[in-house]
């Protein structure tokens, strides 16, 4: 029946093919994975066996089952793009995104004409932070498929959140021509019509799109979101609250998944608590930093909260030539998982002597080098706002680091993390609930203070509110603190910043000019923040801001 692992293309094989092929053109996957198992259990050998039953394991959810069918199918048929594409899919369920770009790319040297791989490859680009290489690939995909709808719609969502309307509408409206009430057709249009203060267009596109539409639980999320937006633009604060809470409540039933190894807010508690009892000597040193050669002339961590105004100064600093910056690239997260994780941990790193602490700084350069920016010489800034949590680990590897602390009133930090949409991970799930935001922003400034107390730090406090009223005046003192000219170009930081991370949600903000309609947001929904005003009272003073 085989040789060599090869099927014989006898009648009963073709058969056989040809009943798990039309199963699976039928998506009746339990009818394919029992006929392909059969097969297998009999001895018979063909990519497509294998492949029927990835499909049908990654159907059910069981994508680490489902890649290893695919693996055991390419085997047979290692060229196969379509296989490498399911693949690739599994690769980017389990999070292994630079793994699934390289599959990816073995696709496209086999069927480099293939538009649904230039999508799903853009689709893993955005992901990455690649934003101008995966607008790139969706312009190929599109440029291959012109009536590819979905495509079509994710590039004008991508335009309108750069706030190209025209290109975006025009791109939207031929989505739409395409595939009626196309979703993401529909949330870029609605990205234009709030950004020209058109509410209730948006509103009305939204709702009709939003009652009759069937979509992801992420293309809702985003659609309610944008529909919350658009409420709030009219002044209907009670309407557009109730909608961001019908978003997070529906996220949040599902995305308990997301949590399974803890969660983000118990984690910044132990640190804290570990730090309460720490002894400040034990955690200085005499180390200078080990200077890299070709290295920074001033390496920053840009931290603070979500959504106090990290990514506008990041882009005001990128507006200088001076200054070259990271987005939250996750640097730290592997030394985190090491020593931040367990007491254990911790006491290891406050002994973080020698030629172990030299090794962890060059790993950390070594991830900077390998996005491609040149730090040689310049002011290098890391951007990552909830490594305020590591700050034990900064000061431990970078004794000469400066920190940026970027401040913002406690109740328009928490309020703009509740209504914000965020990609679903275990932190971003502390959003979800009024409360658990409120309470995990109150443990993370608990920790920074502590940090403060016990760690030799070196942090600048920059306040958003401050910059808004006075840009130069406030631009000028970080500048100084990091050791670089105030450059005119920082005032049209909204033209001259090299690029906008689309994945933030301050993207459609920090690509317009300086406005303060961010300051006190949160007095609109008074009413119903009232549960969490209590929490963030103690912030809220201990900040100087004003308690009504």
């Known amino acids: 029946m085989t040789t060599g692992g090869i099927p014989g293309y006898g009648e009963t094989e073709r058969r056989i093919l040809a009943e798990v092929a039309s199963a699976v053109d039928t998506l009746n996957f339990g009818r394919a994975y029992q006929v392909a198992t059969d097969a297998l259990n009999r001895g018979m050998r063909h990519p497509a066996l294998f ?41 980017v369920a389990l999070g292994r995104n630079a793994e699934a770009l390289q599959t990816l790319d073995k696709a496209l040297a086999v069927k480099p004409d293939h538009p649904q791989t230039h999508y799903r490859r853009a689709q893993i680009l955005t992901s990455l932070g690649e934003h101008e290489a995966a607008q790139a690939a969706y312009e190929r995909a599109i440029e291959l498929d012109p009536n590819y709808a979905e495509a079509i719609g994710v ?30 057709a529909v949330y870029a249009l609605a990205i234009v019509n709030i950004a020209e203060k058109r509410f209730v267009e948006a509103e009305t596109r939204l709702r009709g799109l939003i009652t009759e539409g069937k979509f992801s639980l992420q293309e809702r999320a985003s659609l309610l979101g944008q529909l919350g937006d658009a409420l709030d633009g009219q002044g209907r604060y009670a309407e ?20 399974a190894r803890g969660r983000a807010v118990e984690a910044a508690g132990h640190l804290a608590t570990y730090f309460e009892s720490a002894s400040p000597q034990r955690w200085r040193t005499e180390d200078n930093g080990d200077p890299q050669p070709d290295g920074p002339a001033e390496h920053i961590f840009l931290l603070g909260f979500i959504r106090s105004g990290t990514t506008l100064l990041e882009q005001v600093l990128a507006s200088n030539s001076r200054i070259v910056a990271l987005e939250e690239k996750g640097l730290l997260n592997v030394p985190s998982e090491n020593f931040l994780t367990s007491n254990e ?91 658990d935001a409120a309470t995990f922003y109150a443990s993370v400034m608990r920790l920074a203070e502590l940090c403060r107390q016990k760690l030799p730090l070196n942090i600048f406090e920059h306040r958003y509110e401050d910059m808004i009223k006075d840009f130069d005046g406030r631009v000028r003192a970080v500048c100084d603190f990091i050791g670089v000219p105030f450059a005119e170009t920082m005032r049209e930081f909204d033209k001259n910043a090299p690029y906008v991370d689309l994945r933030s949600p ?12 961010g300051m006190g947001q949160w007095r609109h929904y008074t009413r119903e923040l009232v549960p969490i005003l209590p929490i963030l009272a103690p912030w809220v003073e201990k900040l100087g801001y004003s308690r009504d």
């Open 506 to 517: 301050s993207a459609t903000q920090v690509s317009r000019p300086l406005y303060s309609e």
């Open 51 to 91: 492949n029927a039953r990835g499909l049908t394991l990654h159907a059910a959810g069981r994508i680490r089952e489902a890649l290893e069918e695919f693996r055991a199918a390419l085997t047979y048929s290692p060229n196969d793009a379509l296989i490498l594409n399911a693949s690739a899919l599994c690769q």
């Open 155 to 184: 590039l004008a969502a991508v335009l309108a959140r750069k706030r190209e309307g025209e290109k975006a509408r025009a791109l939207a409206e031929r989505a739409l021509k395409l595939v009626p009430n196309q979703p993401l």
């Open 345 to 435: 941990g911790l006491d290891g790193l406050a002994d973080l002597r020698g030629t172990a602490l030299t090794m962890e700084r060059q790993r950390y350069w070594e991830r900077v080098r390998s996005n491609g920016v040149d730090i040689k010489g310049k002011v290098f800034v890391d951007k990552q706002p909830l490594n305020t949590v590591k700050l034990p680990l900064i000061s431990r590897l970078f004794p000469r680091a400066k920190v940026l602390l970027a401040l913002r009133d406690p109740r328009d930090v928490v309020f703009s993390c509740y209504r914000r949409h965020f990609a679903l991970n275990a932190t971003m799930y502390e959003f979800l609930a009024l409360e």
């Open 240 to 259: 557009a609250f109730a909608v961001y809470r019908q978003e997070n409540e529906e996220l949040r039933l599902r995305g308990i998944s997301k949590i």
